[in-house]
């Protein structure tokens, strides 16, 4: 049975007199960081000094301090760089820094599961992962609500592991929406497989392959953008509000008859059996591995393909449309 702690569960007094040190400040890093200090918790920011963030940490009311300074002082340092930045941040950076019995704490565990930060056993090693982006982190708390988290602990060599885990997911407005506990690998291997074969990979291909379906066969490619990119947002709002029942509840009949009938003409056997198969990369390491290998060689087979993504002919077409909604420049401003 899944188990799920909320405010009335937490013992939210367990960051009481410990330091935090945000190491990053990016979309987690930021939001995370902002939520904590608004909570009461003691809170500081490590960056490279001169580093892009380091101003815009000054011009919101921080200041920042050296990683290594950061980490000196801190009673639970948050790994908030990038996945692949993580290993030798915490080699040469933090590792040195860390005080025993202090808590090293992360939002993924993609670092620690495929085994690229081992964390000295007289340390906990616990994640607090947000369900959404750094800056729905941050805008659900101030409107006050949360997005949901999940906890996870690897190691915990003080005992109280966990309960430092739920007041830190208390303090960041986690636990006013739940904060379900899980496992460094489930969370990992969970989190690949979403965004690679659904939330990503899948729908950014899917959008795009019924976008030039309709092209092909002659239709405006104003229209495909509306039918098959615009629109998906609306009906992620009805399953986000009431799972796959509530979007069925609210689209026509026609579209839940066309839902039913053809839904399982696009996604067959064999893309079933791609998805098992994109599990099993994740769950062996081939993808980890792979990524790794990427990235230490300079990235450019992702900076090539990142670009090759960006430059498909339904960006522009988005990005012409996007010019005249009035409605989506107001949500930006």
Not at 34 to 52: A, F, H, P, T, Y
Not at 126 to 146: C, D, H, I, N, T
Not at 168 to 183: C, D, E, K, L
Request: aromatic share 8%; charged share 20%.
């Amino acid at each position: 049975m899944t188990t799920m702690f909320f405010e009335s569960d937490i013992n939210t007094q367990a960051l009481e007199n410990l330091c935090v040190a945000m190491i990053g400040y990016g979309s987690q890093g930021r939001g995370q960081a902002m939520n904590l200090r608004d909570s009461g918790i003691n809170v500081v920011v490590g960056l490279r000094e001169g580093g892009k963030s380091w101003n815009q940490a000054v011009s919101e009311g921080w200041a920042p301090l050296s990683m290594e300074d950061a980490a000196k002082q801190a009673d639970v340092v948050c790994m908030m760089c990038p996945d692949m930045a993580q290993p030798q941040v915490y080699r040469d950076i933090v590792a040195p820094n860390l005080k025993p019995g202090s808590t090293v704490l992360f939002s993924h565990g993609f670092c620690i599961h495929y085994g690229a930060i081992t964390v000295a056993p007289e340390n906990n090693v616990v994640m607090l992962a947000p369900k959404g982006p750094g800056g729905m982190v941050r805008r659900q708390y101030e409107e006050g609500s949360g997005v949901p988290g999940l906890v996870a602990i690897h190691q915990d060599a003080t005992g109280n592991a966990l309960d430092i885990a739920l007041s830190y997911g208390w303090a960041i407005g986690a636990a006013r929406a739940g904060i379900i506990q899980t496992t460094f690998p489930e969370e990992t291997e969970t989190d690949l497989f979403g965004e690679q074969a659904v939330l990503c990979g899948g729908l950014t291909e899917l959008i795009t392959a019924g976008w030039e379906t309709l092209v092909e066969a002659g239709y405006q490619p104003d229209v495909a953008y509306f039918e098959c990119l615009h629109e998906v947002k609306l009906i992620v709002d009805l399953i986000y509000e009431g799972g796959i029942a509530r979007m069925h509840e609210f689209i026509s009949d026609t579209a839940a008859y066309g839902d039913l009938v053809s839904g399982k003409r696009i996604i067959t056997d064999e893309t079933r059996a791609n998805m098992k198969a994109v599990l099993k990369d994740i769950q062996d390491g081939t993808f980890a591995k792979q990524w790794q290998e990427e990235a230490a060689s300079g990235s450019a087979n992702f900076k090539r393909m990142m670009e090759e993504d960006i430059a498909h002919p339904i960006e522009a077409t988005g990005q012409a449309l996007r010019k005249q909604f009035s409605w989506l420049k107001q949500n930006q401003a």
